[in-house]
């Protein structure tokens, strides 16, 4: 694999491209150019227009989000949306509070610039302010009618949601899309000793412990997804 498997985890960026989405700054997997830019279009020719407002982190941006979450520092926050103080919380339970929302560095699909964050274009427009919660896609949501849109036509063009609904993992992401085929190329292909190995290298806080439950969220976040069908 050389030096390729940097890529899967977020230390790497040569695979990537820039969408360019006006009013957006989307970096993607080259691959999946094509498929994405169709979804857009359709969308907005079904007057719903989307726009990417998360594409490809790396692994020191995954790692800023993690560290400061761990510290305090960025809201860690309930499956229901409930603010939890850290300094009340076991390692355990921040490490879980934590993963229901944010990615462990190294282990995070947008590494892999497949998987992207989308939101309703018009309510930006008209002044929400995203938060990316599964309220703004229900029912009464700023995202309600993309959301139904998406339900119908998302895999038309190769894409799917691998956190439709909660399996005691990851919390429902009704805003996150992976296009299908490229992202379990990367999921199959994954390197998780090399992964491993880097996170050991890294300035993640509380190490051995983080070290001793990368199994554990390997598999209780990482490959527990919702199917593509």
């Known amino acids: 694999m050389s030096d390729n498997w940097k890529r899967y985890i977020g230390a790497e960026n040569s695979h990537l491209v820039d969408f360019g989405l006006p009013d957006c700054d989307a970096f993607i997997h080259q691959s999946i150019k094509n498929d994405l830019t169709r979804l857009v279009e359709a969308a907005a020719e079904a007057d719903l227009p989307m726009t990417i407002v998360s594409s490809f982190r790396s692994f020191d941006q995954q790692l800023k989000i993690w560290n400061e979450k761990w510290q305090g520092h960025r809201a860690i926050l309930s499956r229901h949306g409930r603010r939890l103080n850290v300094d009340q919380l076991s390692n355990i339970e921040k490490y879980k509070a934590i993963s229901l929302w944010s990615a462990l560095p190294g282990l995070s699909r947008h590494h892999w610039g497949t998987d992207l964050d989308i939101f309703s274009k018009q309510a930006i427009t ?25 339900n119908d036509n998302l895999q038309k063009f190769g894409f799917f949601r691998p956190y439709r609904i909660y399996q005691q993992g990851v919390s429902c992401e009704p805003w996150h899309i992976s296009h299908i085929s490229t992202a379990g190329k990367m999921l199959n292909d994954f390197p998780y000793e090399q992964c491993q190995s880097w996170l050991a290298k890294s300035h993640i806080l509380d190490k051995t412990f983080i070290l001793d439950h990368f199994e554990h969220y390997k598999e209780k976040y990482f490959l527990n997804i919702c199917d593509s069908e």
């Open 126 to 150: 008209d002044g929400h302010r995203v938060e990316l919660t599964p309220e703004e896609f229900s029912n009464n949501g700023v995202c309600y009618h993309l959301n139904n849109w998406l």
